[in-house]
């Protein structure tokens, strides 16, 4: 069965269709990147038209690389506040970069690949200094433990080739950033409410994370 060919032939949706064509990214991992969700929807209704027009989801991207040890310098010299606030807006370019590509046609291979490594960078890093104080070790070593084996694992098994994130990957870190803003939270405001919830909500995490490895092979 042949591929169907895109309805459109010039402008930048036919641009990013020949390009993601280039990288192999066909058929239904071709049709899964570039699907606009829900979220994409409301983020490209309030938030995307304030932002100008020159800012591309790949420096969005560099922004969350960039704020990662910046966050972790304001956590560890007591400016929790702050950190938090940070970690926040960086946990919220996730969903703005990938808002950004797909509504605008400005998928890009480096942005497929930096994007999960981001998202990992800063989890794992907030919680190595953060939830072992709060939770304990075996929480945090189950956290970041899922997150290598799932980077190592695609690693192996798409040899290079490129593959999206699935949705159960990016609930895992959607419930990863909730669960971690509410222990940061919890730093400022010691209430143990908050504690309970980051926590439960963190086992959550580590389900999608298992499934993402066990079920449905995503990164």
């Not at 960039?66 to 940070?86: C, E, K, Q, R």
Request: hydrophobic share 50%.
């Amino acid at each position: 069965m042949e591929e169907e060919t895109p309805k459109f032939s010039s402008g930048p949706q036919a641009l990013q269709w020949k390009r993601l064509r280039r990288l192999n990214l066909e058929g239904v991992r071709l049709q899964y990147l570039t699907s606009v969700t829900v979220f994409d929807r409301f983020f490209s209704a309030t938030v995307l038209p304030l932002l100008p027009s020159s800012l591309s989801p790949n420096r969005i991207t560099i922004f969350r690389f960039i704020s990662i040890p910046f966050i972790l310098v304001l956590l560890i010299l007591g400016y929790d506040l702050a950190g938090t606030i940070l970690f926040v807006l960086a946990a919220l370019s996730d969903a703005l970069d990938g808002a950004l590509a797909r509504t605008r046609h400005r998928i890009t291979k480096w942005g497929i690949v930096a994007d999960p490594i981001a998202d990992k960078l800063l989890i794992g890093s907030v919680a190595l200094l953060v939830l072992w104080k709060h939770l304990g070790w075996p929480l945090t070593l189950a956290l970041v433990s899922i997150e290598l084996v799932l980077a190592g694992s695609a690693y192996i098994r798409y040899s290079g080739k490129l593959m999206p994130a699935k949705t159960v990957g990016k609930m895992k870190m959607i419930l990863q950033c909730v669960g971690v803003s509410f222990v940061l939270l919890y730093g400022i405001i010691p209430n143990p409410s908050y504690l309970l919830t980051g926590q439960y909500i963190l086992y959550v995490a580590i389900l999608f994370g298992l499934l993402s490895l066990f079920v449905y092979r995503s990164i």
